[in-house]
């Protein structure tokens, strides 16, 4: 940076004594060492999502759902990257099948049914059934043993619709299809833990629904 003076009617001692003050104050502002800024970097919040559903009544997902934990405009979460759509399906009837809405029982009063009895089917022809209270909830009727495959092939896509149906209309709870995969478990002698692990069981899945029929859905 330059400067332009000009000093008119000044002796030469006044013009030594100028260009010594501009000289030292020069000196002393190149010397000056300017505060550096501080910088905070400040990360981003955790959204906690727990408990919390989109329109569809699913909770979100890390596996097909996106990590910012945020909505799309419809209500639904925001779909992750690089999902297909056959994973991305599997998931949502996962999870439609281990989420149990309240919102779509408001109002209903269910009454815990007893526990399940181990029975010997060898020795048993017909073991005890759990009993639920008839009102407001259906009891579910289930099949002594298991239903052999019929004709018609039934699918796990096809249990869900009947589960979703009968929970919109208050015959079942989560409870009920809690108490319906433990049923499964001890007479196909399987270690399920939601309807998703019943999948690659055509028989099951046939038994699973043929079951739904008979209580009512």
Known sequence: ???????????????????EKLTTKLAAAQEYQFPQPELTFVEDEEIDVTGQLDKDGLPWDARIHSSNKKMKADGSWTRRRGVDDVEFDRVKAELRGAVFNPSQ??????TPAAAFEAVDTNEIVNPAVPQFAPVPVAAPQFAPQP??????????????V??????QTGKINQEYVQKLIAWVNGQFGLQGVSLVDYAARPDVCNTIYQTLIEAGL
């Open 1 to 19: 940076m330059k400067f332009d003076i000009t000093i008119k009617d000044a002796t030469i001692e006044e013009v030594q004594s100028i260009v």
């Open 105 to 110: 029982a408001q109002g209903l009063q269910f």
């Open 147 to 160: 239903i052999a495959a019929k004709s018609a092939q039934y699918g796990l896509n096809d249990i869900i």
């Open 162 to 167: 009947k589960i979703q149906t009968g929970m």
